[in-house]
């Protein structure tokens, strides 16, 4: 069987935080585990986007393993995309960015985008008025 | 002392001192008033975000047999229809009969600005003049008469600041208030605000020249809810949302950088618009006014978690330590964002500048000026038949 990559959000509710799920997708399944981006906050709500490189039954069977603990596995193909030249810098995305991914420069007040800081919790997206924040697949 | 006369006349010949109202605080800084009130001659304010009290008259031109419109709809969105035949006017904030607040008045706005052509549908009864009950055709912001934007209520002289004391999340106008004092959002653009900087309406008036949504545009007096009364500081700019403008322009010479369709999460549609307001540096009282900076402009933070119309609030912060990111509430520092953009209105407030520096753009001495003593009054509490019911049952 051929080795696949595919690419995942894991949302660890508050009590799974410190959870050794990835320990096991490696040792079990047999998987590379890339971290893409994390943020994880004892006794809140954790969000990790990993790649996962291996065989596609292996990854089937990791992935349904960590869902058995209640971890929440959506599959990942996309990503937040900030529409520079419609936005206004408003700030009204800041207010729900808890990430801090989204933040106004104190110097030009303009806002930016800092991709590596964002979990794609996708709340900026409804939240901005002119709708130039979107999920691009 | 200057006059509109001389500093047009110095405008003319390209002699005139013109600043942001950022800038003239350095000024005032590094020389003092007297300075600002001997060297500038125009300092140029501004302010961009969310206005939901906007719209524009629309004159679409008559139908062949002609309509009297009845119904109207604009893209799905309706129009008012107690005008003229052929007149209507479109508030920004009706919201789609198909899309609800997904698209509004505020987007048909900024759609015939940038060219597109929109659906209009109107329904009417007959009548000997107009014997046509129905019409579906397509506009552009070319093919139809006139185009006036006319907004109730712009450019908030100062605007209070927004919090939730409540365990859930709000959506505002203010945008998303997070739960427990999650977050505080303010709204103004502090020393840049038009009538922050001129707190006494000494300039700002009925006929007064200004940049709106990218074209030019006239104050036409006081916006509603027009409140003078408001309580005010020793540099005499008010604690919390205080005067009004009421606008107008025409809509066919505007730029859609400047007007923008919003939909504010769960609340509606709103318009952004863009001010430009010019004040005369006239005489030294105007040039301490346009020299206040945010370190002493407060506003007000109210908690919207209590929907009464007199919240309690969290005391006072000014413009600097909103814009620090965070504020102190109780004890605990509480992050803070704006809702409207100071990017935005450093843009338009430089735009200007460059205007009345080319000569392109003149003052106009207000015909009279903002009223000082209006009454803002609540709605009155019930009507009679109502509160008696309430007294015979209670
Ligand atoms: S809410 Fe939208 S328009 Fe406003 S700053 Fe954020 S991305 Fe830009
Ligand atoms: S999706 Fe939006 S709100 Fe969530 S972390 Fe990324 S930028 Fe911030």
Known sequence: ?137 | MKTYEEINEKIKQGKAVVVTADEVCELADAEGIKAVADKVDVVTTATFGPMCSSGVFLNFGHADPPIKMDKIWLNDVPAYQGLAAVDTYLGATAASETEGIQYGGGHVIEDLLSGKTIRLEAEGYKTDCYPAERVTVQITLDSINQATLLNPRNAYQNYAAATNSSPRTLHTYMGTLLPRLGNVAYSTSGQLNPLINDPEYRTIGFGTKIFLGGGIGYVLGEGTQHNPNQLRAANKVPLSSAATLMLMGDLKQMNARYLRGATIKQYGVSLMVGVGIPIPVLDEGIAESVSIRDKDIYTTIYDYSIQKLSRPTYGRASYQELRSGSVQINGNAVPTNPVSSLFMAREIAAILKDWIRRGEFFLVEPIRLLSRDTRFKPLPQKDTAASQKDSVKS
């Open chain 1, 1 to 137: 069987m051929n080795t696949v990559t595919r690419r995942v959000i894991l949302t660890f509710p508050p009590n799974l935080v410190e959870d050794t799920a990835i320990y096991h997708l490696i040792k079990d399944y047999d998987l590379i585990v890339n971290i893409l981006r994390a943020k994880i906050i004892p006794k809140e709500i954790g969000r990790i986007v990993l790649e996962l490189r291996g065989k596609l039954d292996n990854i089937k069977k990791g992935l349904s393993y960590v869902e058995s603990k209640g971890i929440e596995v959506k599959s990942l193909a996309q990503d937040i995309q900030l529409n520079e030249d419609k936005c206004v810098s408003c700030g009204m995305c800041l207010a729900v960015c808890h990430q801090k991914a989204l933040t106004l420069n104190a110097v030009t007040w303009k806002i930016e985008f800092n991709r590596d800081d964002c979990v794609l919790c996708e709340q900026c997206v409804s939240v901005c008025p002119l709708k130039v924040i979107q999920v691009s697949f």
